[in-house]
């Protein structure tokens, strides 16, 4: 799973940023949702950085928010100056991505991603993000995050 392709892409994402992180933690199951994350990880729901492709106006837009609570899209879109901000089919999420559902990283995209990072996750001196499939995790500060990313810090629920 290590060697798998979005694992790799992710890492190397990773490391060419200059991200500080441990490293890409592989889990014993795939973990659909941040309840599930948080449980193999032993660690609060609200540490997980949920990765959330949304369809804006045609447009990829990558929320990364916490686990803890679900993302406003009325708010987001007026925030944004979008018409239509609406969750991303499988197919779309895969075409901007090259990950599926699941297991979207916030980094190790074909080109870059508009992306938004919710404060809520500021609290938590380790976060926990996706790494490109579903079974693996990469631990992360909030600063680390926002700045590999290229993320817009925001108040998202």
Do not use: C
């Amino acid at each position: 799973m290590k060697d798998h392709p979005n694992v790799v892409a992710v890492r190397e994402a990773l490391r060419e940023a200059g991200a500080e992180v441990a490293g890409i933690v592989i889990l014993d199951e795939a973990v659909h949702t941040a309840a599930a994350a948080a449980a193999a990880l032993d660690v609060a729901v609200g540490q997980i950085a949920n990765s959330l492709i949304f369809d804006a106006d045609g447009e990829p837009l990558l929320v990364l928010t916490s686990g803890a609570h679900r993302v406003d899209t009325a708010k987001v879109a007026a925030s944004l100056g979008v018409t239509r901000l609406r969750r991303a089919t499988p197919e779309f999420v895969r075409e901007h991505t090259g990950q599926a559902i699941g297991g979207v990283a916030p980094v190790g995209h074909p080109k870059p991603v508009r992306t938004l990072v919710d404060v809520a996750l500021e609290s938590f001196p380790v976060i926990w993000a996706a790494g490109g499939v579903p079974r693996s995790v990469f631990p992360i500060t909030y600063p680390e995050l926002v700045r590999v990313t290229a993320g817009s810090p925001a108040e998202v629920a």
